[in-house]
Every structure is written in structure tokens, then in C-alpha cells.
């Protein structure tokens, strides 16, 4: 026994130490909570822990992911946080993948290894499919986030508390097309046209303009398809990248051609301040009288003449390395990357230009960092209290809490406040479904013997007692069987396209779905259920049974969406939370 066991045994008492030191631990994540959190586990002693991370170091990782150092980068993040760990404790055993989570080999059965799981993510997508899987194999998930000095950490539990998905998240901010494209009035306008359009059109691909909204308005119909033309316009100038005027050619359509086409438009500027062209060989001429210096700041706002050198530098370095890199592969882009400094260069120049045209104000390279990557800046110590948290969350886990296990938010680095975990919504499409896994022989079984078999099959029986003109069978979003599609049903499931992990939702009617989780079975038995099926507690039960606990109901505090997929903040609005003074 190390020094550092008997620690722990000291702190945790020897019953929560013996659970701890027998579990087994995923760590989704390894960048900002996710190194935070292996330390914390290793060092409170967590003994098994396979840690799961897509990405190589960048390096500005290193302010605050201190697992890793400046020798470590492009390598590997969870191999070396791995490394790195182990140190804390070398008694850990600690497996690392450089993988994403949503790759098919981590199956239901996979992660039904884990006692629990810890999410350390960056996005939505990815904490999504935790969330699925956690459900699916029903292991307990603690998920976290931070934004800047704002964090929170929850623990998400099959049928215990609300999952993942139980509450709407806001989508990203989108524009409309017409107020990026025609008549910005912020400077997020101009910065959303640099990224999103001109970037994109120049140097990546068109279609990724993520940002914009269409406008299907009819007496927007004209506008449309002059910037039709435009875009057509500027592909033709994509292709002189090379050549001695080509920053001149962009240059003049962009800030000049385009806006005296906006400028003919008269309806446009009937309540508006006009745009300004600006011209090419008169910002030429200015430059003549300026000494060349390199190194501009970031924090400092660059002037007129400085941005339309930094336009200039910038959009040549981009361009050159894009036909560098289409001589290696014909169909190469280049995607906006806010840690790219000539992306970043050419995004604030642009932007900048634009603003200058359309009279609003300018910004800092810093700032148009901060608001092109949505950044809003990542804290080591908010890290450090929430990896803190979620291991109180998961001896929560280890000690059977689940509803008890409160919810905790993070303000501004000294508040903390917790609320009792919510139940499961009721109308929540990913939690609120039955699941059961059935092991399929994939070779030999028909969708129709999963129907005979289990879905008709009375409940007394384990099956789901539902009537076959009723059924509907989707595979995603892929409708598989209804009484009117029944042309798959007699083909053998892998012919069928169906295979080990596929999750189907068999419904029948408003109230009564079930998702059949298939694994695959090699013996003669075609179709075999673990378990019997969850009995169904209709929907409409369930509301009811919200609605007849007012308290619950009054006690969740409002919900405060922030723009980002990153956390969910929530003010408190009942007196009976427990908030937590830090120093
Ligand atoms: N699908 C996924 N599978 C595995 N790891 C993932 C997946 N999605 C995101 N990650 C990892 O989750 C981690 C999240 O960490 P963090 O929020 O600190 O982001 P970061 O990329 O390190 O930092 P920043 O975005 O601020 O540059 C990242 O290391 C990222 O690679
Ligand atoms: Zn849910």
C-alpha cells in the first residue's frame, strides 16, 4: 500500500476508499477539466481509468492544460496526459485512446464496463452521444462545463434525474444573410462576413457558411441574386491566387465594386447611413509615406492604413499555402482556425475594412479572436473547482446518490450554489423511452422475428405487448417497418442493413415507445432478450405525477441559456438553495 493509499483511506473512510479503488472510470476529455479531473482522480484514489481524447496539443493548451508542456506538443493529449498522470499515483492503471467517442467500436457494451462515466468535453455533439450511450448501458455520466468563471457539474442517471438532452439547448447564433451580406451595423457583422464568406470563399469551402441565415423574404429576391453574382464574381478571382494583383483584384471587388453595387440599391438607404468604397490605389498611394513595421500589436486597434497592410500580408500568405497545399492534393481548403495566426490576420483586417466602409467601429486583433472563435477565455481555477466537484459527484455515484447528489453551479469563482437533482422530463425523447437489449443472431434473424418475438410478445411474458397494426420501427431516421412497409421484414437483419449497436425505436401510438438496443448473438437462438422489457409508465402518468409535486416544480430555478454549447447557467430563484461562500 503507498503512502498515498493510506491517505486517502484516512480521508475518505476505508467503506468509500474500497469503492473507489474497484471502480472503473471513463474520462471523456482531456483538455482544460479533463487534465484537471485524471490528476483528481489518480490522487483521490481512482485505481482504473481509460482516458479518451481525439486531439494533439496545441500550444495554447499549455496556459492552463498542465498535464502537458511545450516538448508535448503535437502529440497525442490523452497519451500524455496518461504520461503525465501517472506520476500522481504510478499504482493507477490508466489505458489512453486517441479517439473520438462517437466511433462504433465504443458500443452499448463498451461502455457497460465503466461504473461511471466523466465527460470533460467541448461540444455539444459529443456530450449528446455520451449521454445516449450512458443511457443505453445505464451508467451513471457526470457532466461539466465552464465558461469562463461560470461551471457547473451534475450527475445524469437512468431514471433518476433529468439526462443530458431532458432540457432544450439553444442553437448557436445565426444572421440574417442579408445584414452580413448588405447592411452590417455591429461589428460582429463584419467579423461574421470575414469569417464566414470571405474566408471561406477564398481559401475554404463556400458551403461553409455556418453562420449566415437564409432569408427567403421575395423582396429580398433581387439582393439574393446580385449576391449570387458576387459570390460567382469572386470564385473567378479565387482562381488568379498566384498571380501579382490578385489581393488588388479581391480588394477592389470587395470594398469597392460591391459596395457601389449596394450603393445603387437606393430602398436600402432610405433610413440608413450609406457605406463609403473604399479604393485600392489611393490606399496604396497613403502607404508610400508610412515606414514598413512589422509586428503589429494585438490588443491595439489597427488603423486604416494598417489593416490594408495586414489585408494585403495576410490573404498573400493564405493563398500561397492553400496552392502549396493543392499541389499535394487537388481539392485542398482552409479552414478557419482561430489559433491560425494569418487566418486570424486576414479575419481582423477584413473585417476591420468593412467596418471602416459601413462607419462602425473597429476592433482589436484580441477581440476579434475572442468573438471569431466564440471564445470566451478558458480559466485554469474554474478547471480546478469543477474537476474538484465532479469528484465529489462521483463518490456521490459510488455511494448510491443519485437525487440527492445535488446539482452545483460555479459564479464568478466564489459563489457556489446546488439544487436538488430534477426528475427525468417527462417529453424527453432520449431518456424518457424504454430500452432493453435484445442479442440478435444478424446472419439468420428476420425484423419479423424481433416483432413475433418481442414486440408482440405479451408483457407477462417480458415483451412489449404492442399490437402489430400499430407498430412503427425507425432506425434513426431511417423508417425500417409499419403496417404499410413491411418490404424489409423478411430479410435476414444484416441484409437488412442492421448490425451489432443499432439502436431501434419501436413506437406504437403517442404514448408507448421502446428502444431496442441489438447486440449480436452467434448462437442458434435468433432473438434473445437479457432481461424482460421495462414495464411503460405512460407518459401522461408520469406529468401527472410532476404536477401533483408543485414543490419540485417551483424549486428549479430559472434557466439561463448562455450562447454557447458549453454550459447552461441557471439564477436562482428560491431562497432554499444552498450557496456556498469561497474565499
Ligand atoms: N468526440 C470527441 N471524442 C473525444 N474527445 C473529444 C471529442 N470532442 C471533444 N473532445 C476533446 O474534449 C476536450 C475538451 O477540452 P477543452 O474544452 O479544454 O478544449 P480544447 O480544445 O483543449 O481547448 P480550446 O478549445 O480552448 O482551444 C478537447 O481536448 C477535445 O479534443
Ligand atoms: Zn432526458
Given at each position: 500500500?503507498?503512502?498515498?493509499?493510506?491517505?486517502?483511506?484516512?480521508?475518505?473512510?476505508?467503506?468509500?476508499?474500497?469503492?473507489?479503488?474497484?471502480?472503473?472510470?471513463?474520462?471523456?476529455?482531456?483538455?482544460?477539466?479533463?487534465?484537471?479531473?485524471?490528476?483528481?482522480?489518480?490522487?483521490?484514489?481512482?485505481?482504473?481509468?481509460?482516458?479518451?481524447?481525439?486531439?494533439?496539443?496545441?500550444?495554447?493548451?499549455?496556459n492552463r492544460q498542465f498535464l502537458f508542456q511545450k516538448q508535448h506538443v503535437k502529440?497525442?493529449?490523452?497519451?500524455?496526459?496518461?504520461?503525465?498522470?501517472?506520476?500522481?499515483?504510478?499504482?493507477?492503471?490508466?489505458?489512453?485512446?486517441?479517439?473520438?467517442?462517437?466511433?462504433?467500436?465504443?458500443?452499448?457494451?463498451?461502455?457497460?464496463?465503466?461504473?461511471?462515466?466523466?465527460?470533460?468535453?467541448?461540444?455539444?455533439?459529443?456530450?449528446?452521444?455520451?449521454?445516449?450511450?450512458?443511457?443505453?448501458?445505464?451508467?451513471?455520466?457526470?457532466?461539466?462545463?465552464?465558461?469562463?468563471?461560470?461551471?457547473?457539474?451534475?450527475?445524469?442517471?437512468?431514471?433518476?434525474?433529468?439526462?443530458?438532452?431532458?432540457?432544450?439547448?439553444?442553437?448557436?447564433?445565426?444572421?440574417?444573410?442579408?445584414?452580413?451580406?448588405?447592411?452590417?451595423?455591429?461589428?460582429?457583422?463584419?467579423?461574421?462576413?470575414?469569417?464566414?464568406?470571405?474566408?471561406?470563399?477564398?481559401?475554404?469551402?463556400?458551403?461553409?457558411?455556418?453562420?449566415?441565415?437564409?432569408?427567403?423574404?421575395?423582396?429580398?429576391?433581387?439582393?439574393?441574386?446580385?449576391?449570387?453574382?458576387?459570390?460567382?464574381?469572386?470564385?473567378?478571382?479565387?482562381?488568379?491566387?498566384?498571380?501579382?494583383?490578385?489581393?488588388?483584384?479581391?480588394?477592389?471587388?470587395?470594398?469597392?465594386?460591391?459596395?457601389?453595387?449596394?450603393?445603387?440599391?437606393?430602398?436600402?438607404?432610405?433610413?440608413?447611413?450609406?457605406?463609403?468604397?473604399?479604393?485600392?490605389?489611393?490606399?496604396?498611394?497613403?502607404?508610400?509615406?508610412?515606414?514598413?513595421?512589422?509586428?503589429?500589436?494585438?490588443?491595439?486597434?489597427?488603423?486604416?492604413?494598417?489593416?490594408?497592410?495586414?489585408?494585403?500580408?495576410?490573404?498573400?500568405?493564405?493563398?500561397?499555402?492553400?496552392?502549396?497545399?493543392?499541389?499535394?492534393?487537388?481539392?485542398?481548403?482552409?479552414?478557419?482556425?482561430?489559433?491560425?495566426?494569418?487566418a486570424m490576420d486576414f479575419v481582423t483586417a477584413a473585417s476591420n475594412l468593412r467596418?471602416?466602409?459601413?462607419?462602425?467601429?473597429?476592433?482589436?486583433?484580441?477581440?476579434?479572436?475572442?468573438?471569431?472563435?466564440?471564445?470566451?477565455?478558458?480559466?485554469?481555477?474554474?478547471?480546478?473547482?469543477?474537476?474538484?466537484?465532479?469528484?465529489?459527484?462521483?463518490?456521490?455515484?459510488?455511494?448510491?446518490?443519485?437525487?440527492?447528489?445535488?446539482?452545483?453551479?460555479?459564479?464568478?469563482?466564489?459563489?457556489?450554489?446546488?439544487?436538488?437533482?430534477?426528475?427525468?422530463?417527462?417529453?424527453?425523447?432520449?431518456?424518457?423511452?424504454?430500452?432493453?437489449?435484445?442479442?440478435?443472431?444478424?446472419?439468420?434473424?428476420?425484423?419479423?422475428?424481433?416483432?413475433?418475438?418481442?414486440?408482440?410478445?405479451?408483457?407477462?411474458?417480458?415483451?412489449?405487448?404492442?399490437?402489430?397494426?400499430?407498430?412503427?420501427?425507425?432506425?434513426?431516421?431511417?423508417?425500417?417497418?409499419?403496417?404499410?412497409?413491411?418490404?424489409?421484414?423478411?430479410?435476414?437483419?444484416?441484409?437488412?442493413?442492421?448490425?451489432?449497436?443499432?439502436?431501434?425505436?419501436?413506437?406504437?401510438?403517442?404514448?408507448?415507445?421502446?428502444?431496442?438496443?441489438?447486440?449480436?448473438?452467434?448462437?442458434?437462438?435468433?432473438?434473445?432478450?437479457?432481461?424482460?422489457?421495462?414495464?411503460?409508465?405512460?407518459?401522461?402518468?408520469?406529468?401527472?405525477?410532476?404536477?401533483?409535486?408543485?414543490?419540485?416544480?417551483?424549486?428549479?430555478?430559472?434557466?439561463?441559456?448562455?450562447?454557447?454549447?458549453?454550459?447552461?447557467?441557471?439564477?436562482?430563484?428560491?431562497?432554499?438553495?444552498?450557496?456556498?461562500?469561497?474565499?
Amino acid at each position: 500500500m503507498t503512502s498515498r493509499d493510506s491517505y486517502n483511506i484516512r480521508v475518505l473512510g476505508q467503506e468509500l476508499y474500497d469503492k473507489v479503488s474497484s471502480s472503473k472510470a471513463l474520462l471523456v476529455g482531456a483538455g482544460g477539466i479533463g487534465c484537471e479531473l485524471l490528476k483528481n482522480l489518480v490522487m483521490s484514489g481512482f485505481k482504473d481509468i481509460v482516458v479518451i481524447d481525439l486531439d494533439t496539443i496545441d500550444i495554447s493548451n499549455l496556459n492552463r492544460q498542465f498535464l502537458f508542456q511545450k516538448q508535448h506538443v503535437k502529440q497525442a493529449k490523452a497519451h500524455v496526459a496518461k504520461e503525465s498522470a501517472q506520476k500522481f499515483n504510478p499504482s493507477a492503471k490508466i489505458e489512453s485512446l486517441q479517439c473520438n467517442i462517437k466511433e462504433p467500436q465504443f458500443s452499448v457494451q463498451w461502455f457497460k464496463q465503466f461504473t461511471m462515466v466523466l465527460n470533460a468535453l467541448d461540444n455539444l455533439e459529443a456530450r449528446r452521444h455520451v449521454n445516449a450511450m450512458c443511457l443505453a448501458a445505464d451508467v451513471p455520466l457526470v457532466e461539466s462545463g465552464t465558461q469562463g468563471y461560470f461551471g457547473q457539474a451534475y450527475v445524469i442517471k437512468k431514471d433518476e434525474t433529468e439526462c443530458f438532452d431532458c432540457q432544450p439547448k439553444v442553437a448557436p447564433k445565426t444572421y440574417p444573410v442579408c445584414t452580413i451580406r448588405s447592411t452590417p451595423s455591429e461589428p460582429i457583422h463584419c467579423i461574421v462576413w470575414a469569417k464566414s464568406f470571405l474566408f471561406s470563399q477564398l481559401f475554404g469551402n463556400s458551403e461553409d457558411e455556418e453562420a449566415l441565415e437564409p432569408d427567403n423574404s421575395e423582396t429580398m429576391a433581387n439582393e439574393v441574386a446580385a449576391l449570387n453574382r458576387e459570390t460567382e464574381e469572386l470564385k473567378a478571382i479565387k482562381e488568379a491566387a498566384g498571380s501579382p494583383d490578385y489581393t488588388k483584384k479581391i480588394f477592389r471587388k470587395v470594398y469597392e465594386t460591391d459596395i457601389e453595387r449596394l450603393l445603387s440599391m437606393d430602398s436600402m438607404w432610405k433610413n440608413r447611413q450609406k457605406p463609403t468604397p473604399l479604393h485600392y490605389d489611393e490606399l496604396e498611394n497613403m502607404m508610400s509615406d508610412i515606414a514598413e513595421k512589422e509586428g503589429l500589436e494585438d490588443r491595439k486597434v489597427w488603423n486604416l492604413k494598417e489593416n490594408f497592410k495586414v489585408f494585403k500580408s495576410s490573404a498573400n500568405k493564405l493563398s500561397t499555402r492553400l496552392l502549396k497545399e493543392r499541389e499535394v492534393q487537388a481539392d485542398a481548403i482552409l479552414t478557419f482556425d482561430k489559433d491560425d495566426d494569418d487566418a486570424m490576420d486576414f479575419v481582423t483586417a477584413a473585417s476591420n475594412l468593412r467596418a471602416h466602409i459601413f462607419n462602425i467601429e473597429k476592433n482589436s486583433l484580441f477581440d476579434v479572436k475572442s468573438m471569431a472563435g466564440n471564445i470566451i477565455p478558458a480559466i485554469a481555477t474554474t478547471n480546478a473547482i469543477i474537476s474538484g466537484l465532479v469528484i465529489l459527484k462521483a463518490f456521490g455515484i459510488l455511494r448510491g446518490e443519485y437525487k440527492n447528489n445535488k446539482r452545483v453551479y460555479l459564479f464568478t469563482a466564489s459563489r457556489l450554489l446546488s439544487e436538488a437533482n430534477s426528475d427525468p422530463n417527462p417529453n424527453c425523447s432520449v431518456c424518457r423511452s424504454r430500452s432493453a437489449t435484445v442479442s440478435v443472431n444478424f446472419e439468420r434473424a428476420t425484423l419479423r422475428d424481433l416483432i413475433n418475438q418481442v414486440i408482440l410478445l405479451s408483457v407477462d411474458e417480458g415483451g412489449a405487448g404492442m399490437e402489430l397494426d400499430e407498430i412503427a420501427i425507425m432506425d434513426g431516421s431511417r423508417m425500417i417497418y409499419d403496417v404499410e412497409f413491411e418490404d424489409m421484414a423478411d430479410l435476414p437483419m444484416k441484409e437488412a442493413g442492421l448490425k451489432p449497436d443499432t439502436i431501434l425505436r419501436v413506437t406504437n401510438g403517442e404514448d408507448d415507445e421502446i428502444d431496442l438496443i441489438m447486440e449480436a448473438n452467434d448462437t442458434d437462438e435468433l432473438i434473445k432478450l437479457s432481461s424482460p422489457l421495462p414495464k411503460l409508465v405512460p407518459k401522461g402518468l408520469l406529468k401527472r405525477k410532476m404536477e401533483e409535486e408543485p414543490e419540485v416544480a417551483s424549486k428549479r430555478p430559472k434557466t439561463v441559456h448562455t450562447t454557447d454549447d458549453n454550459v447552461i447557467h441557471l439564477e436562482p430563484d428560491s431562497d432554499d438553495d444552498d450557496i456556498v461562500l469561497l474565499d
